[in-house]
């Protein structure tokens, strides 16, 4: 059963994928535009981070070339993230009623919410985070690296984008529970400011805050230690921890969607 249900959503991915192009494509300017604007925002934080170290020098492991890393691991989360951004619409869907239109198709609802307006906006970005994550390998010798930690850091990057979006799902569900809940979802979103610094010289308890309960430093953070100093021991026990945090988001997540639902109610158009 479980199994039919997956390879249904799976074949749907396609459509999705065709409707999200189409609707792309009525408007290139804008899609061209918000690519050149994420590109010069890359840019912005590698220009930050040159003129701030060349002042003050490296903050703490971090040096010049660590945090252009950093910048392209930031920006690969927030491309993937951007990529189903429309959860945070969620809030006013279940204000106005208009869950239901997601509760009558033969989906599950959260899933089609998120891919129906599907961001391909957001793939240039992932490309320009990819991009500026290699040129750095590349570039500074000073950077050494063997083929598992690129491995082990390609996967806690990738799967870093289910430790943010999930937490940030579940904030943006407390709308069943106490109504208007804009406030914490915009409050939420401030967050992800954070991966774009090196969370590991942070103090002991914004660690914890930013490991637990809100894991931004998997998006960018851990992969640049796991690239520069981190064993390969290390390594894959924090890729370990990092699945352990993924099971119990999508536990919670579940739950909360399921007990949700029971709550929401609505009449009208």
């Known amino acids: 059963m479980l199994m039919n249900t997956f390879r249904k959503h799976i074949k749907l991915i396609p459509d999705y994928v065709s409707l999200a192009v189409k609707r792309e494509s009525e408007y290139k ?73 997601y509760l009558i198709k033969p989906v599950h609802p959260f899933i089609h919410m998120i891919m129906r307006r599907l961001n391909l906006r957001a793939i240039p970005r992932v490309g320009i985070g990819l991009t500026i994550v290699i040129l750095s390998l590349i570039h500074f010798e000073e950077i050494s690296y063997s083929p598992g930690a690129i491995i082990i850091a390609a ?15 579940m904030v943006c569900m407390s709308v069943f529970w106490i109504g208007r809940a804009e406030f914490l979802r915009d409050l939420f979103i401030e967050f992800f400011l954070f991966q774009n610094y090196p969370l590991s010289e942070f103090p002991g308890s914004f660690i914890v805050f930013f490991s637990a309960i809100i894991p931004l430093i998997f998006a960018s953070t851990v992969p640049v230690l796991v690239l520069t100093k981190f064993t390969q021991t290390q390594a894959l026990g924090l890729l370990a921890a990092q699945l352990v945090i993924i099971t119990v988001q999508i536990f919670l997540f579940r739950l909360l969607w399921n007990k949700g639902l029971k709550r929401y109610e609505s009449y009208g158009g």
């Not at 061209?32 to 890359?42: C, E, K, P, R």
């Not at 590698?46 to 060349?54: A, C, M, P, T, V």
């Open 155 to 169: 996967l806690i990057s990738l799967f870093s984008f289910l430790t943010t979006f999930l937490p940030f799902a």
């Open 29 to 101: 300017a804008g899609f061209y535009t918000f690519i050149f604007n994420q590109a010069i925002g890359a840019g912005v934080w590698l220009l930050f981070w040159k003129i701030l170290i060349g002042k003050v020098g490296a903050v703490g492991h971090f040096d010049f070339p660590h945090m252009v890393m950093l910048t392209g691991f930031a920006t690969i989360n927030m491309g993937m993230w951007f990529m189903f951004s429309f959860i945070w619409r969620l809030p006013r869907e279940v204000i106005t009623g208009q869950l239901n239109c």
